[in-house]
């Protein structure tokens, strides 16, 4: 953290209210201006806070976004520092200056035309083929990948207090996207507050004090070297344009300064000075020239929208300005409540999860506090809101937030697991408007997939591998681990899963259809026929990330059976392309269902049986019929079901590889799918324990997806809905025997709440959006129950074997109760 500036003290939450001013200002941001003086020193599982200010980026700043735009706050005294991304401003692609290729991947294909065959035939004849041997032969050079940018940092440095500073305080409030600093230096209260608002696609700073004349700073842009840059300043207005060196991508930010009272003066070097006013507040808008175009990526320049969102803004009072940003962050994030016991606490965010670590580490397997799971919950979706909005790229490694130029795994998308996992909340959780940039992103790998598919893959169609960019990037390198077509359509899935919890059939037949239906001709063309068999199977296939490669790995087959099925669900319910389904449908009966089990019980991994017992690999691909899929379930395949706790277990057992925070993730949603509440409430624990910084994003380092795949995680703990049924409570913890929760959607476009006492529900509410057939399982269905409706009458039902049936109206509530 930041080294305390001279004469700092940190002061207990009650002693800065005590002193009276700043933590009023705090609390009343909050609404928890209550009074009783000890429910004013204590905060809800929706709010991170800390006594001091940060100095790690990826530990300790708190991170505000608006889908495109990202920033993270530090909240320094002397100086604030604002550091700030756009979704679109990477290097490498078109234009790049370090390889002289074009990087439209079908101008620097290099021409293998017998290398897919010949490794097909090593399989066949060896049953495997080594995967030194066999990328020689498959991989290709990646000219000119690139790697997400940060765009630069705002300074606003003003003078250093001559004596004490005081209740400092720094809060990131997820229900109102508002992160806020107060501290008292020299007698007068200070606050300030950030934000993203995406309705007006700006990032706001705000500062005032409880005294007349005592706002006094200099605003400053800063950005790295790996590009030219000019600054300059005018009517109280920045501008930092500049391109990046590596494929001159135009890029611009602006920072309106408005001050009121004092003086505002703007300096020769592209600085801004304010001296003496009562309140001050900062626009900033930026952008780039990229456009989401195969093959150039390239747009109009970015001054003029720029301009033009600044400008728009400008007149505007603050008052509106976060009034609208509240409204429309709070409509997302409010829609969604889960109590299981959490208290409010009065420590600060980093000291309560230190003391949980440190419990931990001494004692053992220790439960965390119901506050810091619930904290994981929520900032999964607060960052999703803040990542991912409509007319924004799709949430990349790191959201939409990175310091670096040359940061871990180039912050790309990567489709063996991760850009999938930071979208398992998305509908889940009731954030569908989060879908559409995963959507458009999908939509604009069609054109360079099927370069793919012809030049690398020998069919038609499209597909993409492993690792994709923004630049249409779809092949593969000579890393083994980005050989991957299945992951195409595992990434594919998300559009399908949107349909089934909105039932937004004009999506389905208009977005998801055809990306679904072009991708099943690719497989259709690609994959071969096993001789040792006779089924269908994928050759090579290669399970992320062991090799060798074989044929028909349960990764590859468990995914492509899903596509087959999802596709051909689709086109029954849109009554389309009868003939194409029958193919189809044809095509998957000779299809090898990748479902095996192996001589210890487990589910295997390979076709042959070379599952390890003592594996503790990171990755555990063979489990996606289980999750996210739906091949295996307790009630459909129960010796499936099986052998997949066996699998999950065991590789559970061996921790050696695990200690990844998307690994856990994936955990948590596995054993919620296998019932077991207690072993994903630990998984979730694991994580806050070992891959959690003290600002809870994910440390490996900062990687988002164990943020996004927790919260999913979380929530199928609380609800399922993939089995034919909507299922509550499904795996509950012993440690949340009591609670309620509201807002979690179930496919079929249903919402449910539920209230539970001795972990069983004694009330379940369900609201309707599409009407249609509801299942409801529940072991409070065993017992008499009574059921009302809004707007009544109340229809016939069933409920008898621990299912309720009903044939729901659209846009009706139901509660159904227990009757003792």
Avoid at 703 to 730: K, R, Y
Avoid at 746 to 753: D, L
Wanted: proline fraction near 5%.
């Amino acid at each position: 953290m930041e080294a305390r500036p001279a004469g700092f003290s940190r002061r207990s939450l009650l002693g800065a209210a005590a002193a009276g001013g700043v933590y009023a200002l705090t609390a009343a941001a909050f609404g928890r201006v209550t009074a009783q003086a000890e429910e004013t020193t204590s905060v809800p599982a929706h709010v991170l806070w800390f006594d001091e200010p940060a100095t790690l980026w990826q530990e300790h700043a708190f991170p505000v976004g608006n889908g495109s735009a990202g920033a993270m706050i530090f909240g320094g005294v002397n100086s604030e520092h604002i550091q700030f991304n756009h979704d679109t401003l990477w290097n490498g692609g078109p234009g790049s200056v370090d390889d002289g290729h074009d990087y439209n991947w079908g101008n620097w294909y290099e021409e293998r035309p017998t290398a897919l065959s010949d490794v097909r035939a090593t399989i066949e004849k060896d049953g495997s083929a080594d995967v030194v041997a066999a990328m020689k032969l498959l991989g290709q050079t990646k000219w000119g990948y690139g790697a997400y940018q940060t765009f630069g940092d705002l300074y606003l440095d003003r003078p250093s207090p001559s004596g004490t500073v005081s209740g400092y305080r720094r809060d990131l409030d997820m229900a109102t996207g508002i992160a806020s600093v107060a501290f008292t230096a020299d007698g007068v209260n200070f606050r300030r507050e950030f934000f993203a608002s995406y309705p007006d696609r700006v990032i706001v700073s705000r500062l005032t004090a409880d005294k007349a004349g005592q706002i006094s700073f200099t605003a400053r842009f800063d950005t790295p070297d790996n590009r030219t840059v000019a600054y300059s300043a005018q009517e109280g207005r920045i501008t930092m344009r500049g391109a990046l060196t590596h494929n001159g991508m135009v890029f611009e930010a602006q920072v309106q300064v408005l001050a009121e009272g004092g003086s505002l003066t703007s300096n020769a070097n592209g600085t801004v000075t304010v001296t003496g006013a009562n309140a001050a507040t900062l626009l900033l808008t930026l952008g780039t020239n990229y456009a989401n175009s195969y093959p150039t990526y390239r747009g109009a320049d970015p001054h003029d929208a720029v301009t033009a969102a600044l400008n728009a803004v400008a007149h505007r009072r603050y008052d509106e300005i976060r009034a609208r940003h509240v409204t429309d962050h709070s409509g997302l994030f409010n829609r969604v409540s889960i109590d299981i016991g959490q208290q409010p606490t009065t420590l600060p965010t980093d000291e309560a999860l230190q003391a949980f670590k440190n419990l931990r580490s001494t004692q053992g397997k220790v439960p965390a506090d119901p506050q810091l799971e619930m904290l994981h919950f929520q900032i999964g979706r607060y960052l999703l809101i803040g990542s991912s909005r409509p007319g924004s790229m799709p949430a990349n490694l790191q959201g939409v937030w990175n310091d670096s130029v040359s940061p871990d795994w180039q912050s790309d998308y990567t489709t063996n697991i991760n850009l999938e996992m930071n979208y398992w909340p998305s509908d889940l959780t009731n954030l569908p408007e989060t879908v559409p940039p995963l959507a458009d992103f999908i939509e604009s790998l069609r054109e360079p997939g099927r370069v793919t598919a012809r030049k690398l893959l020998g069919a038609g169609g499209f597909a993409t591998m492993n690792h994709i960019n923004v630049f249409g990037y779809s092949g593969v390198s000579t890393n083994a681990s980005t050989w991957s077509p299945e992951s195409t359509a595992w990434l594919i899935r998300q559009l399908w899963e949107h349909y089934l919890f909105t039932q937004d059939r004009e999506f389905l037949r208009t977005r998801a259809y055809p990306i679904l239906r072009e991708h099943t001709e690719f497989w259709l063309d690609y994959l071969m026929v096993d001789k040792r068999d006779g089924t269908l199977v994928v050759t090579p296939s290669f399970s992320p990330e062991e090799g060798p490669f074989t044929a028909g790995c349960s990764y590859s087959q468990m995914i492509i059976w899903d596509l087959f099925t999802n596709t051909i669900e689709a086109a029954k319910v849109l009554g389309i392309d009868d003939a194409y389904r029958t193919k189809l449908e044809a095509t998957k009966a000779k299809l090898d269902p990748g479902l095996r089990i192996g001589s210890w019980g487990q589910l295997q991994e390979w076709k042959a049986d070379l599952d390890e017992q003592d594996n503790g690999h990171r990755h555990m691909s063979h489990s996606y019929a289980l999750f996210p899929g739906n091949q295996i379930t307790a009630e459909g395949t129960p010796e499936y079901f099986e052998a997949a706790r066996v699998t999950v277990e065991t590789r559970t057992a061996h921790t050696a590889q695990n200690d990844i925070g998307w690994n856990r993730a994936q955990k948590v949603n596995l054993f919620a799918r296998l019932h077991n509440g207690n072993m994903a409430r630990e998984q979730v624990d694991h994580l806050l324990w070992r891959n959690t910084f003290p600002n809870f994003l994910n440390d490996w380092p900062f990687q988002i997806d164990g943020n996004f795949g927790v919260t999913a995680g979380i929530a199928e703990m609380l609800l399922q809905s993939h089995a034919g049924f909507v299922d509550v409570l499904p795996a509950l913890p012993d440690g949340w025997a009591q609670g309620s929760y509201d807002g979690l959607r179930a496919r079929g476009a249903f919402t449910v709440g539920a209230s539970w006492r001795d972990k069983v529900p004694y009330e379940i509410r369900v609201s309707s959006d599409a009407g249609g057939p509801l299942r409801l399982h529940s072991p409070m269905l065993n017992g008499n129950v009574r059921m009302e409706s809004d707007p009544g009458p109340v229809p016939r039902y069933d409920a008898s074997g621990g299912v309720l049936t009903l044939d729901t109206l659209p846009h009706h509530r139901y509660r159904i109760w227990t009757v003792r």
